[in-house]
Every structure is written in C-alpha cells, then in structure tokens.
C-alpha cells in the first residue's frame, strides 16, 4: 500500500507554533514518527509540507493512480479552499482528514471544512497520533 501524507501552511512549525493547541512535538518529530509507523505496517508513505496552496494541489493531483491513500491536513486551507477540495475530488483516492487539535472546540470560522466533503473520515484532537490511526483506518479500510 502507498500513502502519501499532506501538511498544508504552517505544520513546519510544529512544536513552535502554538503549543497549548499543537503540542510541543516538531515537524521532523512527526515526519519521523508517521515513517516508523509505516515501515511496521509495510506501506510506502510520501509525506509532503507546503504553505502554497496551488503546491498543495499540485501533490493531491500526482497521486492519481499512483497512491492508494492520502492523509491530509490542509492547515488553514481547510477553511478556505475550494481549490484543495476540488483536486481531491478529481484524483477519486481515499482521503482522511486529520486535525491535530480539536477544531470543532476552537474558533467560529475553523468549524467549516470544505476538504472534508471529500473526505472518506475525519480524525481531529488526537494530536499527532490522529495521523496514524488515519494510516490504520486506510490500512484497514483499502487494503
């Protein structure tokens, strides 16, 4: 199986940004974490981070017939981007939304979510474990 795991603006600053809502772990904390849960579970994983939202789109559209699942967090443009939705629309791979925090406590304008109209399942407040249970649910799902 392969997964390709998305971060969208401003992940790389995990650990610095934010920590009461984020956590203190870095971004190489997670991407060393998400690596180590793949290679045990024997799935390929890509793990890519951009604060450009046309970047973003560009890595959902080159897993079309070449991923078997996606993780994303899209940051910000969850709340904002059509864009985001639209190309996870058109690659037609199972997608799960993570959140590390828990949005649905947090501000007004972070309760909507266009990504997750295409969205298979939503993880959010489960820190940076939410990834890979949403590695498992993929695994256990799509296999």
């Avoid at 998305?6 to 998400?34: A, F, S, V, W």
């Avoid at 560009?58 to 059509?82: C, F, L, R, W």
């Amino acid at each position: 199986m392969k997964i390709l795991v998305i971060n969208g603006p401003n992940l790389n600053m995990l650990g610095i940004r934010e920590p009461d809502h984020y956590g203190r772990e870095t971004y190489q904390d997670l991407c060393e974490k998400i690596q180590k849960h793949c290679d045990k579970q024997n799935v390929d994983v890509k793990i890519y981070q951009s604060n450009h939202e046309g970047d973003l789109v560009d890595e959902i559209q080159k897993a079309y017939n070449n991923m078997d699942g996606i993780v994303i967090n899209p940051g910000a443009y969850t709340h904002t981007s059509i864009a985001i939705l639209d190309a996870v629309k058109s690659v037609n791979v199972p997608t799960v939304e993570v959140h590390i925090s828990k949005v649905e406590e947090r501000e007004d304008f972070r309760q909507v979510s266009y990504v997750r109209l295409a969205c298979v399942k939503t993880i959010t407040g489960h820190g940076t474990d939410g990834y890979l249970e949403a590695i498992d649910y993929l695994i256990e799902a799509y296999k």
